[in-house]
């Protein structure tokens, strides 16, 4: 099946240091993929959405500035955490989204990355 | 303003019952909803996804149902194993076109001894 991969796993970082993760579809292409923040005992809430050769497009709240995504190709999609600070602390994960056809209209499903848990002291 | 609730934070059943989760929507009109498992420390893994024509999905021991009068999804495991304990998840596409954003519940943990 589809697989979504992610680097690092984890990280510790300092204090306004910049950080980047990497999401990467192994066997599949994806236009568009997805960046999630989860803290402990939430749920995943929507970072921004990544697309392939144009701006991501950023979920109300989150500083684009801060968070940058670059999806440069339709395999690779790169999240850069700058100037980290320890409420950056969390655990982030991508998706890329599968379509699946269906009789009444398409719908998809996600493929998600393992996570990256990011610690900033 | 829109919702997308899973009542119990933590389900705690023995090995061999089934259990039984909740997922209950409002504000939106989900043309399909889906639900992932996800373990400590990793990504959601995706399990079913059932449309609004359809009342009920089924996947080996996980069966799910779709009321949409109701704006309410039941997730069932049967003869659960320990080895079912992990959050579950429900989640839908606000958008209800492919290739858009998911919204997630908060989870219900599940925990089955034996």
């Known amino acids: 099946g589809a697989v979504v991969s992610q680097h690092p796993s984890w990280v510790i970082c300092k204090s306004g240091t910049s950080v980047k993760i990497e999401c990467r579809s192994l066997?599949?292409?994806?236009?568009?993929m997805f960046w999630y923040r989860q803290f402990p005992k939430q749920s995943l809430m929507l970072m921004a959405t990544s697309n392939e050769g144009s701006k991501a497009t950023y979920e109300q709240g989150v500083e684009k500035d801060k968070f940058l995504i670059n999806h440069a190709s339709l395999t690779l999609s790169t999240l850069t955490v700058t100037s980290a600070h320890p409420e950056d602390s969390s655990f982030y994960i991508c998706?890329?989204?599968?379509?699946?056809?269906?009789?009444?209209?398409?719908?998809?499903?996600?493929?998600f990355g393992p996570g990256t848990r990011l610690t900033v002291l | 303003s829109q919702k997308i609730e899973q009542n119990s934070e933590a389900l705690n059943i023995q090995e061999g019952k089934t259990a039984t989760l909740t997922c209950n929507y409002t504000n939106y009109s989900p043309a399909y909803l889906q639900w992932y498992r996800q373990d400590p420390g990793r990504g959601p893994v995706f399990l079913l996804l059932?449309?609004?024509?359809?009342k009920e999905k089924r996947k080996e021991r996980l069966k799910v149902t779709f009321d949409t009068t109701l704006k309410q999804s039941l997730f069932h495991i049967t003869a659960s194993q320990p080895a079912d304990s992990a959050t579950y998840l429900c989640a839908l596409s606000p958008a209800n076109q492919a290739g858009t954003a998911l919204i997630f519940g908060k989870g219900t943990t599940l925990s089955v001894s034996s």
């Open positions: 059932i449309r609004e024509n359809e």
């Open positions: 066997d599949f292409q994806a236009t568009t």
């Open positions: 998706s890329a989204p599968i379509l699946l056809a269906g009789r009444v209209g398409q719908s998809d499903t996600q493929y």
